[in-house]
């Protein structure tokens, strides 16, 4: 960050007497590649952050179409047992006002982070707020916003694919699943395969995480002769951390998330299962 914007953020904490957000506003509906003097700061004092009921699910970066990689199965299902689920378009700004009324949010890659929507929405789990990220469509831009957001909770989100030792599919099981509440009754999870994510023409599987496990807890995790990253031999593909608030990080491939209609119509695939568990567990004491 530019020296002199470091000084306007020291300034406005000392005013404000407390922990600051630096809100910088989209131009034309994009993220700024640097800070230029056209951009608003704006400090938002901590201690305005409030947490909604668990039973309202706020969405925001996941598609909402009918088709193969949309989510209408699962925020059907979700509404069908009590729950509200709202939505947002990818370039919505995350703001305290807006966080206040949810106790969940839902995440997908596809959402364009913004610089002051990761320390926002950090505080805000550790006040009681509850996430699930589905880390689809990363590129690098993507995944250097959504990390800072996930430091403090032990799971990083690689800019990277599984390499998927086939020529052709739409997804494949999670070989470990390890015992969790949000693993209840859960015998099959199937992540996506797509071609062409981030190495055009072959065919790749889910983003892969890594755990910091003094903060949080892996719970599946691809281990097949073949499957491997950039980063382990037997890539993390779920990962919880539990505090005040909860977050839970899944891997996706290109457009597709687990969640999405294509993975939801099958009985013998527990993805469906294991997103109401995830919503479910949100709602449990921490």
Same mark, same amino acid.
């Given at each position: 960050m530019d020296s002199k914007y470091l000084i306007i953020g020291?300034?406005?904490?000392?005013?404000?007497?407390?922990?600051?957000? @630096?809100?910088?506003?989209?131009?034309?509906?994009?993220?700024?590649?640097?800070?230029?003097?056209?951009?608003?700061?704006? /400090?938002?004092?901590?201690?305005?952050?409030?947490?909604?009921?668990?039973?309202?699910?706020?969405?925001?970066?996941?598609?909402?179409?009918?088709?193969?990689?949309? /989510?209408?199965?699962?925020?059907?299902?979700?509404r069908s047992?009590? @729950?509200?689920?709202?939505?947002?378009?990818?370039?919505?700004?995350?703001?305290?006002?807006?966080?206040?009324?949810?106790?969940?949010?839902?995440?997908?890659?596809?959402?364009?982070?913004?610089?002051?929507?990761?320390?926002?929405?950090?505080?805000?789990?550790?006040?009681?707020?509850?996430?699930?990220?589905?880390?689809?469509?990363?590129?690098?831009?993507?995944a250097s916003w959504c990390n800072p957001m996930l430091d403090d909770f032990g799971i990083v989100v690689n800019n990277d694919n599984v390499q998927a030792p086939f020529s052709t599919a739409v997804g494949y099981i999670v070989k470990y699943i390890y015992k969790h509440a949000i693993t209840n009754g859960i015998t099959n999870i199937v992540v996506p395969v797509v071609q062409g994510t981030h190495n055009t023409g072959s065919w790749t599987g889910p983003v892969d995480l890594t755990i910091d496990s003094s903060k949080a807890t892996m719970v599946a995790q691809i281990g097949e002769s073949g499957y491997s990253s950039a980063h382990a031999i037997k890539p993390p593909v779920l990962a919880v951390y539990e505090g005040t608030g909860k977050v839970?990080?899944?891997?996706?491939?290109?457009? @597709?998330?687990?969640?999405?209609?294509?993975?939801?119509?099958y009985a013998q695939i527990d993805n469906l299962q294991l997103g109401i568990n995830i919503i479910g567990w949100f709602q449990s004491p921490g």
């Amino acid at each position: 960050m530019d020296s002199k914007y470091l000084i306007i953020g020291l300034v406005g904490f000392l005013i404000g007497g407390g922990s600051i957000y @630096y809100y910088i506003t989209r131009q034309n509906g994009n993220l700024p590649t640097n800070i230029n003097p056209t951009i608003t700061l704006t /400090h938002i004092n901590e201690t305005e952050i409030k947490v909604g009921s668990a039973q309202k699910i706020l969405a925001i970066g996941a598609d909402l179409s009918t088709g193969d990689a949309g /989510h209408t199965q699962f925020f059907s299902s979700l509404r069908s047992k009590g @729950y509200t689920v709202d939505s947002l378009s990818n370039d919505s700004v995350i703001d305290i006002p807006t966080l206040s009324n949810y106790g969940v949010l839902i995440i997908a890659g596809n959402r364009n982070y913004g610089i002051s929507d990761g320390p926002l929405i950090a505080d805000w789990v550790k006040k009681g707020g509850n996430i699930l990220l589905i880390a689809n469509n990363l590129d690098e831009t993507r995944a250097s916003w959504c990390n800072p957001m996930l430091d403090d909770f032990g799971i990083v989100v690689n800019n990277d694919n599984v390499q998927a030792p086939f020529s052709t599919a739409v997804g494949y099981i999670v070989k470990y699943i390890y015992k969790h509440a949000i693993t209840n009754g859960i015998t099959n999870i199937v992540v996506p395969v797509v071609q062409g994510t981030h190495n055009t023409g072959s065919w790749t599987g889910p983003v892969d995480l890594t755990i910091d496990s003094s903060k949080a807890t892996m719970v599946a995790q691809i281990g097949e002769s073949g499957y491997s990253s950039a980063h382990a031999i037997k890539p993390p593909v779920l990962a919880v951390y539990e505090g005040t608030g909860k977050v839970v990080v899944i891997s996706g491939a290109g457009d @597709y998330t687990p969640f999405s209609n294509a993975y939801l119509s099958y009985a013998q695939i527990d993805n469906l299962q294991l997103g109401i568990n995830i919503i479910g567990w949100f709602q449990s004491p921490g």
